[in-house]
């Protein structure tokens, strides 16, 4: 380890030193915005860096790689045994750089671009500290935990001029793109409802990952995990499974609503609901975690000039013993889509003109010459043509046995930065559109309230007011009036 700082050190140019050295305002010590330190040619490779080697850092890393052109030169995790691993996995054939210290890496001068995949409560200032040591940046969802957060790190992504990418990868599966297809070309009509649920029933999945019996105060850097979350003793289940907590993620609705939502905006080209209610409990996993683990979502979505006004359902269960069956349905009035990340079936459904009489209705009420008057004016009306609905159709699509969605999102990231553009498929304005209805579930679960949200300037507002109807204005006035005389 000392070897390597040793060769970072001596690595560092002016400005970068400055970066890592200087200490400016608080909280993270970075100085204002430094122009780039590296420009890409399209031919060049990416140096990329990893700033947190958990679970999903480790797979980002790989998908990132996946990609030509592309080459891992450091990572940083608050963990001694995940440094380590790292080595062993993506530092064979080369001295890898490792810190403990984030900072560091964003002070190296061969960094072109890192990946923020921590923890929920360091998205925001990791995010804004890489942008303004000029570094592109790919980031995690949820890309903020709090609603409150999300313009800072839009304002620094803006005034950075770099590369950024939110990293919820399915829109760039096959499925979705082709379920986007289908919707802008109107195949199910004007959109009503959107149902999307994401179950689950193991330990695992229910976030109790392992806890590595060599966790200490030693060998994590408890301290700095905390962050800006309330001080507390080390605890090595809120580092491994920091997900049960709400102080340092986002609980069902920052790890699997986002996924959702993601999709959902990605297909519609909605920019977001304007009144969001959640509910849920903690049903089966009660082993000291402060979240949910069934949660509910209802969500209103206004009209816009993409689309009708529709209602989205969302849910989580990670006690559902029963059949589960994770699919988003897009739901319009001449048909359906149902969709996952490898496949998509939509099935077209069009009601005839004539509504059609007789059996479960009003007809067989009426006397007969009211009967026979009504058919009259019936088949005046109703053609026979308009009486028959068009056959049911559906449509089946399989990704190909080769689509890597994650790879794909990552390269859509890197074609971005070598073109020095700031254009990608889920730039920080549409994550933080996907983020902030999930965010309002946990604050309308968390205090019991309905959320209100403005899709359009992404900011919260009040309920909207309403007037009580005039007549029922003039009864109130008089009911006083009445009692005061009485």
């Not at 450091?74 to 001694?80: E, H, I, P, Q, R």
């Not at 900011?459 to 006035?477: I, W, Y």
Request: hydrophobic share 35%; glycine share 6%; aromatic share 10%.
């Amino acid at each position: 380890m000392q070897s390597n700082r040793r060769t970072f050190i001596k690595s560092l140019s002016a400005a970068s030193a400055l970066v890592a050295t200087e200490s400016i305002a608080k909280p993270f010590g970075f100085p204002a915005y430094i122009p780039n330190l590296k420009k890409i040619a399209p031919n060049d490779k990416i140096r990329i860096a990893t700033i947190g080697m958990g679970i999903q850092g480790n797979y980002d890393t790989q998908a990132a790689l996946r990609n030509p052109d592309v080459e891992l030169v450091g990572v940083a995790d608050l963990y001694t045994g995940r440094l380590e691993h790292a080595k062993t996995a993506f530092g064979k054939d080369k001295e890898l750089f490792t810190t403990r210290d984030y900072r560091e890496v964003l002070a190296r001068p061969d960094v072109d671009a890192v990946l923020v995949v921590t923890p929920d409560h360091w998205h925001d200032h990791i995010t804004i500290a890489a942008l303004k040591a000029g570094k592109h940046v790919y980031c995690e969802k949820p890309m903020v935990q709090h609603l409150n957060e999300g313009k800072a790190v839009i304002d620094a992504w803006k005034k950075s001029g770099k590369t950024m990418q939110v990293g919820s990868q399915r829109i760039s599966s096959a499925a979705f793109q082709e379920a986007k297809r289908l919707v802008q070309a109107g195949d199910i009509g004007a959109i009503n409802y959107i149902e999307s649920n994401n179950d689950r029933f193991n330990a695992i999945g229910a976030w109790n990952y392992s806890v590595p019996p060599d966790a200490s105060p030693q060998t994590v850097d408890w301290d700095r995990f905390l962050g800006d979350a309330p001080k507390r003793p080390f605890d090595a289940t809120r580092f491994f499974r920091w997900r049960n907590y709400k102080d340092y993620g986002t609980g069902v609705a920052g790890d699997l609503f986002v996924h959702l939502i993601t999709g959902v905006h990605f297909v519609t080209n909605t920019l977001g609901p304007t009144r969001i209610f959640s509910s849920g409990n903690l049903a089966y996993w009660k082993d000291g975690r402060d979240v949910p683990d069934v949660m509910s979502c209802i969500m209103d979505y206004p009209k816009t000039d993409k689309h009708e006004a529709f209602q989205m359902v969302l849910r989580v269960n990670f006690a559902n013993a029963g059949k589960i069956s994770n699919v988003t349905r897009i739901i319009g009035n001449e048909g359906q889509i149902e969709f996952s990340e490898d496949n998509l079936i939509m099935t077209k459904k069009k009601l005839p003109i004539a509504p059609g009489y007789g059996n479960y209705d009003s007809f067989f009420t009426f006397t007969e010459p009211v009967q026979q008057e009504f058919v009259k004016q019936y088949d005046a009306k109703y053609p026979p043509d308009t009486r028959t609905a068009e056959p049911v159709k559906e449509v089946k699509f399989s990704a190909p046995k080769d689509d890597d969605a994650h790879a794909k999102h990552f390269g859509d990231f890197f074609t971005n930065v070598r073109n020095g553009s700031q254009g990608t498929i889920e730039d920080p304005v549409f994550g933080f559109r996907a983020a902030a209805p999930v965010l309002a579930c946990n604050e309308s679960y968390f205090e019991q309230k309905v959320v209100y949200w403005d899709p359009v300037t992404m900011t919260q507002k009040g309920p909207a007011k309403t007037s009580a109807p005039s007549s029922k204005k003039k009864t109130l006035a008089s009911a006083k009036t009445t009692s005061k005389k009485s």
